[in-house]
């Protein structure tokens, strides 16, 4: 079982900036990839950011110059650096751990928005 909380959401500007943090626990030697997803109101889940075992990373192209991901294996941490913030931005994330095992585990989310 891994556990995942994060952190460092919050209410901010167009434009401005904003670090998330998703801290794992539990059986945190069975997680490979870290990543994190987002989603708005009425629309899909969808993945924003994603690191391997190995460091390859993966952006979708509406985050890509303006977020980066980076993960922290001595303190079982990823977290995700957000510039230049747009309305469209606003979402909820979520910090997603897979496992070994081909099961994913999930943190409970936090809250962005980004004022105009």
């Known amino acids: 079982q891994v556990q995942l909380v994060e952190s460092g959401g919050g209410l901010v500007q167009a434009g401005g900036s904003l670090r998330l943090s998703c801290v794992a626990s539990?059986?945190?030697?069975?997680?490979?990839?870290m990543g994190w997803y987002r989603q708005a109101p009425g629309k899909q889940r969808e993945l924003v950011a994603r690191?391997?075992?190995?460091?390859?990373?993966n952006y979708a192209e509406s985050v890509k110059g303006r977020f980066t991901i980076s993960r922290d294996y001595a303190k079982n941490t990823v977290y995700l650096q957000m510039n230049s913030l747009k309305p469209e931005d606003t979402a909820v994330y979520y910090c997603?751990?897979?496992?070994?095992?081909?099961?994913?585990?999930w943190g409970q989310g936090t809250q962005v928005t980004v004022s105009s």
């Open positions: 997603n751990a897979g496992l070994i095992n081909y099961g994913n585990s």
């Open positions: 539990g059986s945190t030697s069975s997680v490979r990839a």
């Open positions: 690191v391997s075992n190995g460091g390859y990373t």
